[in-house]
């Protein structure tokens, strides 16, 4: 069975960072896009970046342009996701998603991550 193994998450104060990686079991990482969503307390999940097979096209969600960077290692078979100057804003838990094809949106997320929490303190 394919899986999406995440780590990284954590509590960090306010202007901090946090580096979350996701690593997949199947050798066929290199076929699929990659992206991180994230779930807010009270809010819909939604997508924080995407990265596509080759990692030359890659999205990311106004909110965090200019602050996270999404890369990937398909040798690794891992997708990472560099968080600088965090707020408290960015508080969620982040998951990391497979898609079938780009642009990942989230009805094209085949696979999940079972999550990872980052809390970022004021």
């Known amino acids: 069975q394919v899986q999406l193994v995440e780590s990284g998450g954590g509590l960090v104060q306010a202007g901090g960072s946090l580096r979350l990686s996701c690593t997949a079991s199947a050798r066929t990482f290199s076929l699929y896009p990659m992206g991180w969503f994230r779930r807010a307390p009270g809010k819909e999940r939604e997508s924080a970046a995407a990265?596509?097979?080759?990692?030359?096209?890659?999205t990311y969600a106004d909110s965090v342009k200019g602050r996270f960077t999404i890369s990937r290692d398909n040798a690794k078979k891992t997708v990472y996701l560099q968080m600088n100057s965090l707020k408290p804003e960015d508080t969620a838990v982040y998951y990391c998603?497979?898609?079938?094809?780009?642009?990942?949106?989230?009805?094209?997320?085949?696979?999940w991550g079972q999550g990872t929490l980052v809390t970022v303190s004021s």
């Open positions: 990265i596509s097979r080759s990692g030359g096209m890659i």
């Open positions: 998603a497979r898609g079938s094809n780009w642009p990942l949106t989230y009805d094209k997320v085949e696979l």
